[in-house]
């Protein structure tokens, strides 16, 4: 298994509209999850690069990509968030910058304050 921890970019595989064909493709670790006795899991954010797209609740542009590991100008999409086994994790690419990590973090509570109020 690919070492990993919160903040971190990785590479894991996505079912597109076929389910039968996964390609790889940049993931933001939100959060590692061990238990005893339990596999590794990461609770994780995807990652786009397409910046034309209209931004939704809880998008995150990266500033520092290239430091990130990024090869592209990319946004965490943190409304998108998925708990995957950690063994599914290919490669890990990089990490957010420590500057950036808190922006992130404000990010996701906003998001959360809007999913919790009725």
Do not use: C, N
Request: net charge positive; no cysteine.
């Amino acid at each position: 298994m690919t070492d990993f921890k919160a903040g971190d970019f990785i590479l894991v595989p996505y079912p597109f509209t076929d389910p039968h064909s996964l390609k790889q493709r940049p993931a933001f670790v939100v959060s590692r999850v061990q238990a005893t006795g339990m596999p590794t899991k990461a609770v994780i954010a995807l990652v786009t690069s397409r910046l034309d797209e209209a931004d939704m609740p809880g998008d995150y542009r990266v500033i520092d990509w290239e430091y990130s590991g990024l090869k592209h100008p990319a946004k965490i999409r943190l409304g998108k968030i998925v708990t995957v086994e950690g063994d599914i994790i290919h490669k890990r690419l990089g990490s957010l910058s420590r500057r950036e990590w808190k922006s992130v973090g404000e990010e996701f509570l906003k998001l959360f304050q809007i999913w919790i109020t009725p």
